[in-house]
């Protein structure tokens, strides 16, 4: 079996990162599949505080500090060889992918694929929708539910998993950037580090505007780097 060694310099200039691997050198085992960079999208209005009565389509936008991290995020990303830029259909999402793509100059800018969306909520037994309080206290407990016509944190998961699946075919031993939400981010960096689902959020809710790092290879998937955040 093919052990590549693979180095990441983690600490730059105007970059924060929080709750990364320090001082750990990854040994990857197998041939490297997919290097991904993994983002959460950058601040919305809808992260800060708000009146009550803004419309949603405007709290699906990037606030001047978030226009700013997607900025930041795309400087630091222009030289890591990024061959496509996916992101969750929702505004801020591709607000951050579109400002990723136009600074690193990829001619093909940004996809949007369903599978990185946040999960879908869903109704509680009451019939009322769920809130993210119930979600977290449904974890707290262990468990991960589906709510009624929503999703579990596993099932967002799944789809996530098999379009990065998919990529490896379509972009094989290249890097990409994904844009997606705080809980698609958990899954996914909690699959890697095979934490139980049910501890995903709170050990990998990494901040807006930040990057992380993986590696899927053959033989598994290797977290570089996790919530780095980037300043101009």
Same mark, same amino acid.
């Given at each position: 079996?093919?052990?590549?060694?693979?180095?990441?310099?983690?600490?730059?200039?105007? *970059? =924060?990162?929080?709750?990364?691997?320090?001082?750990?050198?990854?040994?990857?085992?197998?041939?490297? %599949?997919?290097?991904?960079?993994?983002?959460?999208?950058?601040?919305?209005?809808?992260?800060?505080?708000?009146?009550?009565?803004?419309?949603?389509?405007?709290?699906?936008?990037?606030?001047?500090? &978030?226009?700013?991290?997607?900025?930041?995020?795309?400087?630091?990303?222009?030289?890591?060889?990024? @061959?496509? +830029?996916?992101? $969750?259909?929702?505004? #801020?999402?591709?607000?951050? !992918?579109k400002a990723i793509g136009q600074?690193?100059?990829?001619?093909?800018?940004?996809? @949007?694929?369903?599978?990185?969306?946040?999960?879908?909520?869903?109704?509680?037994?009451?019939?009322?929708?769920?809130?993210?309080?119930? #979600?977290?206290?449904?974890?707290? %407990?262990?468990?991960?539910?589906?709510?009624?016509?929503?999703?579990?944190l596993s099932d967002g998961e +799944? #789809? !996530?998993? &098999?379009? %990065?699946?998919? %990529?490896?075919?379509?972009?094989?031993?290249?890097?990409?950037?994904?844009?997606? =939400?705080?809980?698609? *981010?958990?899954?996914?960096?909690?699959?890697?580090?095979?934490?139980?689902?049910?501890?995903?959020?709170?050990?990998?809710?990494?901040?807006? &505007? $930040?990057?992380?790092?993986?590696?899927?290879?053959?033989?598994?998937?290797?977290?570089?780097?996790?919530? #780095?955040?980037?300043?101009?």
């Amino acid at each position: 079996m093919k052990i590549l060694l693979v180095i990441f310099l983690v600490f730059v200039n105007g *970059c =924060h990162s929080r709750n990364i691997h320090e001082d750990i050198v990854p040994v990857i085992h197998g041939k490297v %599949l997919l290097r991904v960079y993994l983002v959460r999208h950058a601040e919305a209005k809808k992260n800060v505080v708000h009146v009550p009565w803004t419309p949603e389509k405007e709290l699906d936008t990037l606030t001047v500090e &978030g226009q700013r991290q997607a900025v930041a995020i795309g400087k630091f990303l222009k030289d890591k060889g990024i @061959v496509a +830029i996916l992101s $969750s259909p929702a505004g #801020r999402t591709s607000e951050t !992918a579109k400002a990723i793509g136009q600074v690193i100059g990829l001619k093909e800018g940004y996809e @949007v694929d369903p599978a990185f969306t946040s999960l879908r909520g869903g109704k509680g037994q009451d019939g009322n929708q769920i809130s993210w309080a119930w #979600r977290e206290k449904q974890w707290a %407990l262990g468990q991960d539910p589906r709510p009624e016509g929503g999703e579990s944190l596993s099932d967002g998961e +799944i #789809r !996530a998993k &098999g379009a %990065l699946n998919k %990529l490896t075919e379509s972009f094989p031993g290249n890097a990409v950037v994904i844009v997606s =939400h705080g809980d698609i *981010c958990a899954a996914l960096l909690g699959y890697a580090e095979n934490i139980p689902m049910s501890k995903r959020y709170a050990r990998h809710n990494v901040p807006t &505007g $930040s990057v992380s790092v993986f590696i899927m290879t053959h033989t598994g998937w290797y977290v570089i780097e996790e919530g #780095r955040q980037l300043f101009e």
